[in-house]
């Protein structure tokens, strides 16, 4: 059975760094790994992910140049490091896994940006 687990959320001020981790288990065949946000009232909008063959990354115009996908400690896990945040920035981030043709989601986790 996969699982996604995604941490790391929290409240922070206009222009300071936050990062979220996301780990699977239980995936044979892994595509990629990524995050998608979704704000209050809005549609789920792409953020990141990363392509487990090459680790090309692909960026949501909204955060390119502000925001970095990484892979952690191993091939499971991947981070999130979000810099310069911006109260636009605020809303649920979901970390999504691709494993073998379907769609996996995390809980989500919150990141507010207020001052």
């Known amino acids: 059975q996969v699982k996604v687990r995604d941490s790391g959320g929290g409240l922070v001020q206009p222009g300071e760094s936050l990062t979220l981790s996301c780990t699977v288990s239980?995936?044979?065949?892994?595509?990629?790994m990524g995050w998608h946000r979704q704000a209050p009232g809005r549609e789920r909008e792409f953020v990141a992910n990363?392509?487990?063959?090459?680790?090309?990354?692909a960026y949501g115009e909204s955060v390119q140049g502000r925001f970095t996908l990484s892979r952690g400690n191993n091939k499971d896990t991947i981070n999130l490091k979000m810099n310069f945040l911006k109260p636009e920035d605020t809303a649920v981030y979901y970390c999504?896994?691709?494993?073998?043709?379907?769609?996996?989601w995390g809980q989500g986790a919150q990141v507010t940006v207020s001052s």
């Open positions: 999504n896994v691709n494993s073998d043709g379907y769609v996996y």
């Open positions: 239980g995936s044979k065949k892994t595509i990629n």
């Open positions: 990363i392509r487990s063959s090459t680790d090309f990354t």
